[in-house]
T-cell receptor
Framework: RKEVEQDPGPFNVPEGATVAFNCTYS??????FFWYRQDCRKEPKLLMS???SGNEDGRFTAQLNRASQYISLLIRDSKLSDSATYLC???????????FGSGTQLTVLP | EPEVTQTPSHQVTQMGQEVILRCVPI?????FYWYRQILGQKVEFLVS????????KSEIFDDQFSVERPDGSNFTLKIRSTKLEDSAMYFC???????????FGPGTRLTVT
């Protein structure tokens, strides 16, 4: 059974700070990984896919280490609008269904 | 930008009643999913649907649940006899299958009283 584990936080950081979230997963057969963000009582929104080579999208950098079964997300120059719950997500099964972590709550303070 | 839509946004029903939750996936997507999220808990996979049939389902998706794609656009989740513990947000998602990035609808909040 595939599980995804995250530090639930909360992380409270000042505007402009750099914050890093980590995630570990079991079951080395997991195929693809993503970071989603979820605002309170809203749907998960895809933030970015995660690749072994690392990928960057503006202020966001994601990294996958398959040997250590570890995924990270780095947010630079935090904005108030970054306040949300960040969900580490993997895929499994023939239908590539998503397995969600419990999420890490981030609050960016003015 | 195309998006997944869901109706209703909120459904209140009495225990034992049947409910149908509706979704319109992104038009050129081929894989469809239902997930649920009980308040304060993780998002959980229920079922996936491809080529007009269920491709995978979780242990949550028991005989009380069914899915259907009645026409070329709608994708529905039916709960035959709701229980109190079915109260949750139900999210529909879809993907083209090329990148496996799934896009979620805004959800239906189901409240069973």
């Amino acid at each position: 059974r595939k599980e995804v584990e995250q530090d639930p936080g909360p992380f409270n950081v000042p505007e402009g700070a750099t914050v890093a979230f980590n995630c570990t997963y079991s079951n080395s057969a997991s195929q693809s990984f993503f970071w989603y963000r979820q605002d309170c009582r809203k749907e998960p929104k895809l933030l970015m896919s995660v690749y072994s080579s690392g990928n960057e999208d503006g202020r966001f950098t994601a990294q996958l280490n398959r040997a250590s079964q570890y995924i990270s997300l780095l947010i630079r120059d935090s904005k108030l609008s970054d306040s949300a719950t960040y969900l580490c997500v993997g895929t499994s099964g023939s239908a590539r269904q998503l397995t969600f972590g419990s999420g890490t709550q981030l609050t960016v303070l003015p | 930008e195309p998006e997944v839509t869901q109706t209703p946004s909120h459904q209140v029903t009495q225990m034992g009643q049947e409910v149908i939750l509706r979704c319109v996936p992104i038009s050129n997507h081929l894989y469809f999913y239902w997930y649920r999220q009980i308040l304060g808990q993780k998002v959980e996979f229920l079922v996936s649907f491809y080529n007009n049939e269920i491709s995978e389902k979780s242990e949550i998706f028991d005989d009380q649940f069914s899915v259907e794609r009645p026409d070329g656009s709608n994708f529905t989740l039916k709960i035959r006899s709701t229980k109190l513990e079915d109260s949750a947000m139900y999210f529909c998602a879809s993907t083209s299958g090329q990148s496996y990035e799934q896009y979620f609808g805004p959800g239906t909040r189901l409240t069973v009283t």
